[in-house]
């Protein structure tokens, strides 16, 4: 299969031909949003310049205010937690299961104080975390709940899809995400006021647009009396040719996401016969859509193995993998800057997030954008050889 078609280039097409014209400039957009709409069954969609930007909005749209504190998982892209910086609140990092390795619901618990007013949960990898659980501990302490789905798309929660449980949903078009216009976000909600908020947010405050109404008229922007901005706002709009790009994508997004499933399943069939390997766990009623394959190295020495690994498997043919992410607060800005932060309560050493600690170490994740399904065969088949030889 291609990864892109004809579909997304004709698309792209005629948003060009329309020579960005204002009263041809939101085509795109609204037919994705509506799509999303349809596709999720959510009531209100909002496309982002990206999938960071879908966050600050969610944020900013739930008054979440500076000082303010938000739960977040440290094993993760570093995003997530920037989007809470960004938003001049602080990010609190609750630790993460040691089988799914998605973020804990026990530690989001010991993580809440009296100023926590969001959680940005992270399906990892394409993998959900446990909603039931999270919801509960949301609804018991009046929390709000952000999902981060930068790398599911069409993964399952029990029954419903991924995106359909928190009070924001956020997505993202990033190159490697499962549909993909180079870069882009969209954000979901079935709440009006919510909707309105974050429309505005990522429109410039402007008071022509609101939940549905992405777009200001050209009567407005022409009344020299026109109160154009009612609240902060930042220009985080998608553009058209990329809400064309990524709409030929949502079109197909059920074949592009169940081959990387298929890809996942030939790596299962060498990981079946082996304990040098553990994967993700996949939960009963969990269905990950696989953005990544996603195991860790079982070594008491991941400092010395992890490399030793990776380099007989790129000997052998192997593509090669990718690490975990650095542990959010282990980067330098968090350790030299942000610990230093008005608020900040947690110590960012080894003791804040043990169980991440000991994970981020050893994983190891193995693309699974092969459009080919003989070249994941042939990487299967390296990676059967360089756990025999290891």
């Not at 698309?11 to 999303?36: D, G, P, V």
């Not at 879908?54 to 000082?67: D, I, W, Y």
């Not at 630790?95 to 009296?114: E, H, L, Y």
């Not at 592009?256 to 790596?267: C, N, P, S, T």
Request: hydrophobic content about 35%.
């Amino acid at each position: 299969m291609q990864r892109f078609t004809e579909l997304e280039k004709k698309y792209a097409l005629e948003a060009i031909e329309n020579e960005f014209n204002t009263s041809k400039n939101s085509i795109f957009n609204n037919r994705l949003e509506q799509k999303f709409r349809d596709l999720f069954n959510v009531k209100y969609t909002i496309g982002h310049v990206n999938g960071t930007q879908t966050m600050h909005t969610a944020l900013a749209a739930l008054h979440v205010e500076s000082g303010d504190e938000v739960i977040v998982p440290p094993l993760t892209m570093s995003s997530t937690a920037l989007a809470v910086l960004q938003n001049h609140s602080i990010p609190v990092f609750a630790d993460v299961d040691s089988s799914t390795f998605n973020i804990d619901p026990a530690s989001i618990i010991k993580c809440i104080t009296g100023k926590t007013k969001a959680i940005i949960t992270v399906s990892l990898y394409g993998l959900s975390p446990d909603y039931d659980k999270i919801l509960e501990v949301c609804k018991q302490n009046k929390i709000y709940l952000i999902e981060d789905n930068a790398e599911c798309f069409l993964g399952e929660y029990k029954g419903k899809l991924v995106g359909q449980f928190g009070d924001f949903a956020s997505f993202s078009f990033q190159a490697s995400k499962h549909i993909t216009c180079g870069e882009g976000g969209m954000l979901t909600t079935n709440n009006e006021n919510f909707a309105n908020n974050a429309r505005r947010f990522s429109s410039l405050g402007y008071a022509g647009v609101s939940a549905k109404q992405g777009k200001i008229t050209r009567n407005d922007i022409q009344n020299p009396n026109y109160n154009r901005h009612i609240s902060l706002g930042f220009n985080y709009r998608m553009s058209e040719v990329n809400a064309a790009v990524v709409l030929g994508q949502l079109e197909r997004a059920e074949e592009l996401v169940e081959q990387r499933i298929k890809v996942a399943r030939i790596f299962d069939q060498v990981l079946d016969g082996t304990n040098l390997l553990i994967r993700q766990n996949e939960p009963m009623g969990y269905k990950n859509s696989y953005w990544a394959y996603s195991a860790i190295l079982n070594t008491e020495n991941p400092k010395i193995d992890w490399y030793r690994f990776r380099d007989l498997f790129q000997k052998n043919g192997g593509d090669g993998y990718y690490a975990a992410w650095k542990l959010s607060y282990n980067e330098p800005l968090f350790k030299n800057e942000i610990q230093k932060w008005n608020g900040v309560w947690q110590k960012y050493n080894e003791n804040l997030c043990p169980v991440s600690e000991y994970l981020q170490k050893r994983m190891i994740q193995l693309k699974t954008n092969y459009w080919d399904l003989s070249e994941a065969e042939i990487q299967a088949e390296v990676l059967y050889k360089t756990i025999k030889e290891f």
